[in-house]
Every structure is written in C-alpha cells, then in structure tokens.
C-alpha cells in the first residue's frame, strides 16, 4: 500500500516533466512497470459494465475484468462512451492500479459520432478532400467531446466487389482515390496535434486485404496476387502511415496460407520496415483467436504467440495475451522484449494523447453542433447516374413521393452509428413536407433492426404499393425512394443479389406504368444491381447511399436543384453479379474484342462493359472537353485541357487523368488515375485546367515489391470526365 502511494505521487511528476521528450518519458515509466503490468498494456476489453454504477453482484465475467483491469490488466478499452462512463472508469485505472496508467478509449466513429455523415464510400463519391477531412474533424470534435480518443477509422481496403457488404466503409476500388482520400481522413480525425482534446488519433484498417474476401463473402479467405498486394492493396495504408495515423488494425482474413493478425512478413516486413511504421498494431475485435478457426493456430497460447511474433501490440477481445503473455515472457527472453517494446509504443501513444499528463483530458468539451458539416457531406455525396431533363424539379410541379425509405428516418442512417440514436435521421418526406405529397409504399425492413442482428425483409406484401401509386397517380412526377437498408451493408452483410427486392421492383413497376416521369433516388450502402427495364424506364437516378443525419434536406435540395448534383462514383457499377469483381482499372487480355468468333475474352450472355463507369456522375449542366495538350517536364508531364460548361446553369466537373503503360517488361492496368481536379464554371464560360504527372506515379511494383520505373514504351494520357470518356494523348518513351 505503501509502494503504491510512493509510485503514485512520484508518477505525476515523472510523467508531467514536459521537458523531456516522449521517449525519455516512456523509459521511466516502463522502469517502473513489473512484467505483469507491460503485458497488461496490451489487452483491450470491450465496456464490461455501468462503471457509474455499482458493480453487478454475482457476474464472474464482470468480476474477472474489474480485477483485470485494477491489477492493471487492460492497457485500453473500446465501446465505452459517454463522459460519466470514461471518466468513471478512467478514475478506476488512475486510483486503483498500482501505477494509475490512464486508458485509452476506442471506438468505432466511422461516419459521424452521433450526428451522422454520410457512409464513408458515399464521401469517397465526393471526391471532395477537403469536404472528406472536414467531416472527419467533425466526427472527431464531436467524439471527443463526449470521452472518445481513439477512433478505428479510417478503413482503407480497397474492394472491386459489391458483394462485400464493408464496400460501404471504405473508399472504393481505386488506389490513387483511396490513397488521398486515406491522407484526407487521417488529418482530419488527427489534426496537427493529437493532443489537442477535440482530435482522435486514427487507425487504418484491415491490415492487409480484407476488400478481397473470396466471392465477396466477408470474413472469408482472401486471394490476391502479390501485384494486386503491391499494387492495389498496400497504397493506401502507405499513404495513410506517411500522413501520421497512429495506429493500424490487422484483418479478419488470410491470405497465402497465413492470417494477417499471424503474418509477420505483413506487418514487420511491409508496415514496419518499408513504409516505416512506428506505431501501435491492434488486432481486430478477437482476431486473434480466430487464428484457431482459421486453422492456422492451435490454442489460444499459440495464438497469442503468434500474433506477438507477428507484431500485433494489442489484443482487442481475445484474452490472449492477458491469460498467457506473462508465461510466453518467461519462458522466451525474446518474448519479454517483445512485449515491453508493444508497451513501449501505447505508452508512446497516451503520451501524445496527452493522457499522461491529464487523463481527463477528453472529458471537458460541451458538444459541437456539426450539422451543417453532416448537411454538406450529404449534399456532395449523392450522384447522379441519369436525368432525361426532369431534374432539378422545376417549382411548379406537383411532386408524389413513395418508396420505402422516403420517411425512413433509420435505414438512411448507415451501418455504423454506435453512438447515434435509432430513427434519429431528417428523412427525405420531412424535408418536402407540405411540398410534395408523401404516400407510404410497401416497408421493406419489417422486423428487428439491430447492428448484429439479419434483417427480415418484406418479400411479397405489395398491398400498399397499389395505394400508394393510387394516390399519387395524377402528380406530374413521381420520386421513389428504394434501394437497401443500413443494415443490408457493413460488417457481415454480404449480399449475393444486388438488385432491388422483388417488393420494391412491384413499386418501380407500377410507378412506371402510370406512365408519369420517374425518379428513383436510390439508398444504398453499394453499387447495387438495376436491371436494364428499370434504368431505362426512370427518368432520373440519383444515388443517394445512406446519407446520414441531414440526408433528408440535402437530398431535397439536390432534387429540387438548390444544390448541385455533386458526386462522381468511386466504384464501377455492374450490370450484373456475374461480371464481379469489376473495376475499371483490370490488365488488358491476350485476347481482346470484340472479334467474330467467341474466342475472345467476354461473357456470352452480358457485354463486359459496366453499368455506369468510375468516376461517373452528371452534372445539372453539361461539359465539353477539347484542346488536350501535353507538355514535358522534369518532373513528368503537365496535361491542360479545356473544359467549357455548354449548359444554362453553373456548376462543377471532376477533370480525371488516367495513365495506361505498355511496352516495358511488366502488366499495367489498362487505366489507372493518377490526378483529378474540381472546376467551378459559370455557364457558357470556359477554363483551362492543368493537371501534374509526376513521373514517379508511373512506377509500380513487381511482385517481389520491388518499384519498377517506367522508361521504355507507350505512355497514353487520357483527360476527361469519367474513366470512359476523354481526350487522349499518347507518346513513346525511349522507342
Ligand atoms: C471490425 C472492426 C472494428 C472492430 C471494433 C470488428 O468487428 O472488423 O473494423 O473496428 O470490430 O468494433
């Protein structure tokens, strides 16, 4: 008791000596740590119970965590939010361990806190940095604000397959896309200062190539080629470490016969040691022990083992380290090491937290309003994939509005919303009240609605479709609101459809009958599947996703032409489930097409080509491009082009540069973006837009990792609105 008071009052003053660097401070904690304590850093337990309240009598798991945690058993916990909670618990880890190391508090704030942006691949579609960072700082004040320190955020896997239902977290199939907006997300949620109490420090996840589960089964084996590791997978987290995240997550999958929480090559070889990662490695929630499902470790010791040999710092859900990591240590001197140097780097982590200092330190702010960030974020996500000239609604139209998400105010929300409220989202009919006339179609979600649980959805009752066509059959226009609910994407919501359900097909059917202009406005937390009778016969499709809190209103306005049509797409969108996995950025084949005969490289029953290309999106005006022009330099090349707005109303256009490369030794994807920019024009005006190629982002690497430069072949530049369209130019490097 005694030794404990003496460390207690000697802590403050070790840790507060602001005039030594965090290293030297980390060393004089870590002098004073026992074995049991350093291994104690590095398990994370999700919230074990009301710690405001007294404890539950009788409940051994609590108990057992309670001890863990006052022996100083649990280095950071997540799933605890809420001031009173924190602070209640931080008081626990300050008063009642023997060295008072304060905790961290992680959480999942992946599009919002409680106010709720949009899903992260609909902020993707923006392709808007700053807006994307600007919604990330927003997520990040009100987070912390509320206790919060650690976000597990942003996810940067890249997937060119719909099938998996996490496509909604990420930011689509596109490296150079995925790789800025990761930088984009990882400022946002950090700052310049982590510990400046309204940041997060951020964690890039899933470490490495959870976007390619097999058949788009989410926590499925992964099959990639070591280019598509490289190449695609890698890219992002790169640039993600080079902007300062602090922390990486493993992944749930494996691949080559090993699972990533297990794969030392990954994360020492690749994470570490190449692209020079100092900081804290968490396993993903009891990633760990699935190495035991996964076949691949025996028990739980051995997986612990692994995953400590394999660079894993923390151990989120799995108990592994916390049961046998004080064995392990003892048993191997490089074990012990191995444990004080994950020690090492938390302690390195709540020293730049500022929770060494001030443990507290997340538990003063009053709540931000970030609404008009949430309402932002909305209006730049939503695309625009067709318009036969009905939008933007003109004033004087009569507006009918069905659909089963039109008044829904909790499907809209997206996946991930630990911290907002359920039915808490402005829905698309409360935003046009008393403007349009609102008739409640079919539901779709009829049961539970429940972040773990599967939805039951309607699969036959179309009675109210007819009422609600009835009533709004002599409105000029008729705007559906279909698509899938929240929870049909995210974690462990595959889907092996993507089309509407045959409930919501019943409605656009009769819609269409009525003969009137429809418009689809279509929630989602994916490409989904529109089959061609409905893409032909709407007259207008807006892709809307899970817009968030302020969806309701930012929709209205972007319908209604308030606000402009914004968004281009971040991933390829298929005509069928047949042509997954499809991105526009795949190898040319031996045997292109098309040819008279069959034997070349296509389907027989559906053109290659997909439903709407990347970086597709209308616009309310409409662009022209001409004069591309081409100019070395010594650093690459500089690409000017102009774009001229043809149309009657300002508006924006994202101007993409893709390369292709051929001749040099190696494959190259047929196109790959390597630049965009946004320009604002005014109507019938014109600018001249100017896009860098740095002559190192023609490099790539070959499968041993190893970068290649492009120095001899055919080099082709394409400028132009979308991955399809554009003006080409084209030159031969050393012929
Ligand atoms: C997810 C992670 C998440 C973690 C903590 C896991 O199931 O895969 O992305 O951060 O849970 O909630």
Redesign the pocket.
Known sequence: MRFKFLVLSLLPGLLAAQVKPVAARVDSVLALMTLQELVGQTNQY?GFWNATGPLPVGNDWVEQRVRALKQGGVGSV??VAGVNQVRALQKVAIEETRLGIPLIF???V?HGYQTLTPIPLAEAASWDLEAIQNSARAAAREATADGINWT??P?VDISRDPRWG?VM?GAGEDPYLGSRIAEARVRGFQGDDLSDPSTLAA?L??FAG?GFAVAGRDYHTTDYSAHTLYNWILPPFEAGVKAGAATV?NA?SAANGIPATGDSALVWGELRRRMGFTGVVVS????MGEMIAHGYAADVRDAAHRALIAGCDID?ESDGYLRYGVELARRNPADSIRFREAARRILSLKFQLGLMDDPYRYCGASQPDVRTDAYEMAVKSSVLLKNSGVLPLASGLRVGLTGPFAAEKNGVLGNWR?SAKDQSAQSLAEAVAGTWTYAASSPHSVGQEAFHAELTLNQTDTRANDAAIKALRKHDVLVLAVGEHGYESG?GRSRASLRLSAVQQDLVRKALATGKSVVLVVYAGRPLVLEPWIQDGAAAILWAWQPGTLGGSALADVLTGRREAYGRLPMTFPRSEGQIPLSYDGYATGRPGPKPEVFWSHYTDEPNEPAFPFGFGLSYTSFAYRDLEVTPSPEGWSATVTVRNNGTRAGSDVVQLYVGRQGNGQLYPTKSLKGFKRVILEPGSEARVRLELPREALTQRDGQGRTVAFTRGTLTITVGPNSREGLTWTTTLNP
Do not use: P, Q, T
């Open positions: 999700n997540l799933n992680g959480l999942d992946i597990f955020a996810m996490r977290e964690c996840k899933h959870y997550m749930f993903d929630w009891g990633s989120m630990v974690e």
